[in-house]
């Protein structure tokens, strides 16, 4: 008779690391994990059910393919998370016909990088959001970002990365994530404004 196996305790990287080794096991552990935190990212990031499962499905197909390339001692999560948001971003180009980039800045001034102060984050910003607005205002504000920004924003304050696992994750520089993120906020607290806006007006209305 065949004995359970017990994965508590046991890191991501070190199922990585067994899974690259031939054990399904340890795979099937991984997917587990992961597979709400990949298709939640994909929902968002895209905004289509069936599509976020479809890219769940598929990154975890070329996670398992790319197992021979993960490198020992490389956190697992941050290599996830960048196989499954190249896909939505692929997903994206072929759905609008155009060319979507994670990289390329998205406000009209041109001004992403921009050097510029970044504040300290240590209390997060989305948590004192969330303290004076409504969870789902919040959510449909950040699903209004561009892809670039809605990204980082998810990664930071939806997965709690740090913002050295989100460069990693997008492939950009650690001041570039931290100047994104702060242009995020700024877009957010503006949509929020409007959303408070239309909703009082609604109320207005309504009485």
């Known amino acids: 008779m065949s004995v359970a196996r017990s994965w508590a305790g046991l890191p991501d990287e070190k199922l990585a690391e067994l899974s690259a080794a031939g054990d399904t096991d340890a795979f099937a552990e991984l997917v587990r994990r992961y597979q709400d935190r990949l298709y939640g990212l994909a929902l968002r990031l895209t905004g289509d059910r069936q599509e976020a499962e479809d890219v769940a499905q598929e990154a975890f197909i070329n996670i398992f393919?790319?197992?021979?390339?993960?490198?020992?001692?490389?956190?697992?999560?941050?290599?996830?998370y960048k196989i499954t948001s190249n896909l939505c971003i692929d997903h994206l180009r072929r759905?609008?016909?155009?060319?979507?980039?994670?990289?390329?800045?998205?406000?009209?001034?041109?001004?992403?990088?921009?050097?510029?102060?970044?504040p300290d984050w240590s209390s997060s910003p989305e948590k004192v959001v969330l303290e004076q607005e409504g969870e789902q205002q919040v959510l449909q504000a950040i699903?209004?970002?561009?892809?670039?920004y809605r990204l980082v924003v998810?990664?930071?304050?939806?997965?709690?990365?740090?913002?050295?696992?989100?460069?990693?994750v997008t492939g950009l520089p650690l001041g570039t994530v931290k100047n994104r993120l702060f242009r995020a906020r700024e877009?957010?607290?503006?949509?929020?404004?409007?959303?408070?806006?239309?909703?009082?007006?609604?109320r207005s209305v309504s009485t």
Not at 65 to 80: D, Q, S, T
Not at 96 to 114: C, F, H, K, N, T
Not at 156 to 165: K, P, S
């Open 65 to 80: 393919r790319a197992l021979g390339r993960y490198r020992r001692g490389e956190r697992f999560a941050p290599w996830a």
């Open 95 to 118: 759905r609008r016909g155009q060319v979507v980039s994670l990289d390329a800045p998205s406000g009209a001034d041109g001004e992403e990088d921009e050097q510029r102060p970044i």
């Open 187 to 202: 877009m957010l607290r503006r949509k929020l404004s409007h959303l408070r806006q239309g909703t009082a007006e609604a």
């Open 143 to 148: 699903d209004e970002l561009p892809p670039n």
């Open 154 to 168: 998810l990664l930071r304050h939806v997965d709690d990365m740090t913002y050295d696992d989100i460069a990693a």
